[in-house]
């Protein structure tokens, strides 16, 4: 097990590819962003934007070294705004269009659990184990998806894209979420599918970082940062 010999009193996941499946969230949010910028400028876009963004379309497969694999929701609206404008649309006419197609990702339909979360927090609460989100994600689409699974209950503390700290891999969101529950960050352990989260858990200096290859990262990309590699969250318990 895991924590045999480190018991956490507070446990940092990141959100996509870790809790939730990526490509499912991701992919299938950034091909809907594409199919209504095409309704919206009557022109094609699907092929466009994965270009741009970095996934396939009919996968929904998100490239991990890809624009949309990393970035805030905020960066991804500029990066579509500029794409645009590079392609034939004036600054007016890339703005209307993007405004009529965006869209947080908080549809259900795209939200999809690696396993049973409720019955991993439940099992973590009841070992008096904390839990914590540290998301790329935008702080309302987040609070919706976890609300609407019935799991809001269980997170003592998140932190999100939108919050005004540094970003991963900086230690920010860790040292904020350590700040609000009054743990220390040694007493902590930092669980992501990414290299910037285990990145940041090791800059942050808690106690265990995990890796899990239920996201973007391979197993050698994730080994230089984690103190253990385990096929997904399940392993936890």
Not at 82 to 111: E, I, K, Q, Y
Request: charged share 20%.
């Amino acid at each position: 097990m895991i924590f045999d010999n480190f018991k956490p009193a507070l446990i940092i996941f990141d959100k996509d590819g870790t809790l939730l499946d990526f490509d499912q969230m991701w992919g299938g949010w950034a091909l809907e962003i594409a199919r209504r910028l095409e309704h919206a400028s009557g022109k094609p876009m699907i092929d466009l934007l994965s270009k741009t963004w970095g996934f396939d379309p009919i996968t929904k497969h998100v490239e991990p070294d890809g624009e949309l694999a990393g970035k805030t929701l905020a960066y991804l609206h500029e990066l579509t705004l500029n794409t645009l404008r590079s392609n034939g649309f004036n600054g007016d006419a890339a703005a209307r269009v993007v405004a009529a197609a965006w869209h947080l990702p908080n549809s259900m339909s795209l939200v999809r659990p690696i396993i049973n979360l409720e019955s991993l927090f439940s099992q973590l609460h009841s070992r008096n184990i904390k839990i914590a989100i540290a998301t790329l994600d935008d702080r309302a689409p987040t609070q919706t998806t976890f609300t609407e699974l019935g799991l809001l209950k269980y997170v003592d503390a998140l932190v999100c894209a939108d919050d005004g700290v540094e970003l991963k891999p900086a230690p920010d969101m860790i040292l904020k979420v350590c700040d609000d529950l009054n743990i220390q960050p040694g007493q902590c352990a930092m669980i992501g599918d990414s290299v910037s989260d285990l990145q940041m858990g090791r800059i942050a200096r808690v106690g265990m970082t995990v890796g899990v290859l239920t996201g973007l990262s391979t197993a050698e990309k994730l080994k230089p940062y984690a103190d253990h590699i385990v096929p997904s969250i399940k392993e936890l318990i």
